[in-house]
């Protein structure tokens, strides 16, 4: 059975009280992005060992170290070596936290329909002895706003990278988002491009707007399928996490979530946004335990 994480910057920069948020719901996994303002990317080992010691104190794990590796211009040489030396340092915090994912994307795309595959796998050619050096996995997370954005993408880098230590991130508000997204449901279809690669499994929701846009929604109130998804990751018999990004904001709340889940909207930020997301969560997989 699949354990649940969150991205605790959604919660709060205060890692403390995102991981005390967390365990109100029964969240073991911290996904690592953001902690006192700093990129996961930028800590320094003082904190990450402050870090560790929060994290045992909650009673969580580093559930994914969820760095902007691969979030460069493709074109630029330099950025693409800067990220490398990014992936090393990634992996490095991940296992001085006993967390062997890092999180990663295939370059800024803008929106471009037509993919350079070859020069993203050359770009690529040095990550797999990094992560075998290094003795990680990458998690590559279709995003958007990159090259690899849709289910669909993402299966072709995989193959033809074929790094047995490269795996899928699947993130269906992603795939939604992007321009081809539209052309293949994210469940069934896109869950099964990739159920036999999952690592990990972010979990938002979207849907299109009035004035042409794709925005993040409240969980069950767009195009992403959850219950389903979630009732096939169990029985599938995944067993990583399922990581609430929640990405959100209050002031957008359903009025006909009010009744049920409005009383969870309290707190700075996303906070409030991201506890109605969990208890949304909780009540779905309830549904059907």
């Not at 902007?68 to 630029?76: A, I, R, T, V, Y």
Request: aromatic letters at 8%; glycine letters at 8%.
């Amino acid at each position: 059975m699949f354990q649940w994480g969150a991205f605790t910057d959604e919660i709060s920069q205060d890692l403390a009280h995102a991981c005390a948020v967390c365990a109100e719901f029964g969240v073991t996994g911290a996904e690592l992005r953001g902690i006192w303002d700093t990129n996961v990317a930028e800590l320094s080992d003082t904190q990450v060992r402050e870090i560790k010691s929060i994290l045992d104190g909650h009673g969580m794990i580093a559930c994914s170290i969820a760095s902007p590796f691969g979030k460069c211009e493709l074109e630029d040489a330099a950025a693409v070596a800067q990220h490398m030396d990014l992936l090393r340092r990634c992996a490095d915090i991940g296992h001085a936290l006993g967390c062997t994912l890092i999180r990663g994307f295939v370059f800024w795309g803008h929106g471009r329909v037509a993919k350079p595959w070859d020069a993203m796998l050359r770009a690529y050619e040095s990550v797999p002895g990094i992560l075998e050096e290094k003795a990680v996995t990458l998690g590559v997370e279709n995003e958007a706003a990159c090259y690899v954005g849709t289910a669909a993408h993402l299966r072709h880098f995989l193959d033809r990278l074929a790094c047995p230590r490269a795996k899928a991130v699947w993130d269906p508000a992603n795939h939604i988002q992007d321009a081809e997204g539209p052309a293949m449901a994210t469940f069934p279809d896109g869950y099964a491009l990739l159920r036999d690669d999952l690592v990990h499994v972010h979990v938002k929701d979207a849907a299109p707007a009035a004035d042409g846009t794709v925005p993040n929604v409240f969980l069950g109130e767009g195009l992403a399928h959850w219950p389903a998804q979630l009732r096939a990751l169990k029985e599938d018999g995944y067993n990583g996490f399922v990581s609430l990004e929640t990405h959100v904001d209050p002031d957008s709340f359903p009025e006909n979530l009010r009744t049920r889940y409005g009383h969870y909207l309290s707190g700075d930020g996303r906070e409030g946004a991201s506890k109605v997301c969990l208890a949304w969560l909780r009540d779905a997989a309830a549904e059907w335990a």
